[in-house]
């Protein structure tokens, strides 16, 4: 699947919409984001400018990089369209509503990848027409940034959506995560959800200041974490035993360091040692940009196939 010439629709043209629409438009698709917020234009705009050197990096294609257009209703519609980005704020009868006028002016096949996080996609399936063709096709923030895309099909949902879904996120060179089932949080926030519960138990018990707890991630887990995953890293401490040798060594330990995980609440003490750890960070903004620049070369650097590489990342 190449995206050149191809249309692409986002419903929503906010912090994830934009995203997307900032990745659509390198791959050389023609993207439409609908937005009735007169900002909108703007934000995209913004957002377009701080994507625009982390694709580079990435070495995402610039030289089709052509800008993405706004609509402010489904009306100025002008174009038929391959495929559909839902980013519509996360309140279930928007979505549905906002799926169901979309459904009048798309055809029966197109697909539409929802980006929500947290809504169940079999219940954003109730009230469709079509309700095969619709998928869940999660980005991590930014999704100009960010490789993995997570897809997971609804109760309705056909394995050819699945499959068409996977083939455009493919050709923007996302790695694709399926999930065989709907669960909350999907993998990757999940698994974030339970690291830092632990880093908020930590924090909350005094065991170490919160500038430690992140070091511990930044500069402990974090670099070996690019390259080798949480399992690999214990098929590596068995040696040339592999997992099986850590299992005989180390299982029943593991087992005992689960049961003495923490199980915070985030009260309101906790969240004032977390909101003091933060203030010693630097500003959102400086620590976003931080982050745009840096990731990009850990990216490149842990796995140079990551991006479809046209060019060298600088
Ligand atoms: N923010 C994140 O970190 C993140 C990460 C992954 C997925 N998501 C998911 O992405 C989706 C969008 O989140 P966001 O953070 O971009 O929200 P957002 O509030 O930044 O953006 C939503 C946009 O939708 C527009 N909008 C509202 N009603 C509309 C309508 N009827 N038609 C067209 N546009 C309309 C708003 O003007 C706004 O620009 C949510 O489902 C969220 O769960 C968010």
């Known amino acids: 699947v190449t995206l050149s010439g191809k249309t692409i629709l986002i419903l929503g043209g906010g912090t994830i919409g934009a995203g997307w629409a900032a990745c659509f438009a390198a791959a050389g698709a023609r993207t439409l984001v609908c937005d009735p917020d007169p900002a909108a234009a703007g934000r995209l705009a913004e957002i377009q400018n701080k994507a625009h050197p982390v694709l580079q990096a990435l070495g995402l294609p610039s030289e089709q990089d052509s800008a993405p257009e706004i609509i402010p209703g489904l009306a100025d519609l002008n174009a038929p369209v391959d495929f559909v980005v839902e980013a519509l704020p996360e309140r279930m009868a928007l979505k549905t509503a906002a799926l169901a006028a979309l459904e009048d002016v798309i055809p029966a096949d197109t697909v539409i990848a929802s980006s929500s996080s947290g809504l169940s996609v ?13 998928v869940i096709g999660h980005p991590c923030n930014p999704p100009y940034l960010m490789p993995v ?35 909350p949080g999907h993998l990757v926030n999940r698994l974030q959800a339970a690291l830092w519960r632990e880093a908020v138990h930590l924090a909350a018990e ?17 670099p070996r974490w690019a390259v080798v995953g949480p399992t690999e890293i214990f098929h590596l401490a068995g040696g040339p035993g592999g997992i099986a040798k850590f299992f005989d060594d ?26 003091e750890g933060m203030a010693a960070s630097k500003p959102p903004e400086e620590l976003a940009a931080h982050r745009d620049a840096m ?20």
């Open 122 to 134: 079999s219940d954003m399936q109730t009230g469709m027409r079509h309700p095969d063709r619709l």
């Open 149 to 183: 895309v997570e897809l997971v099909g609804g109760a309705a949902t056909a394995p050819w959506a699945l499959d068409r879904a996977a083939a455009i996120f493919q050709a923007l060179g996302k790695r694709v995560l399926r999930l065989n089932r709907e669960l």
């Open 250 to 275: 180390l299982g029943d330990e593991v087992e005992r360091w689960w049961e003495s995980l923490g199980d915070p609440r985030l009260d309101s003490a906790t969240r004032a040692i977390l909101t």
């Open 206 to 222: 005094g065991v170490a200041s919160v500038g430690d707890i992140e070091a511990a991630i930044t500069k402990g887990l974090g």
């Open 295 to 314: 990731v990009p070369r850990v990216i490149a650097a842990a796995d140079p196939d990551a991006y479809p590489l046209k060019s060298k990342p600088q």
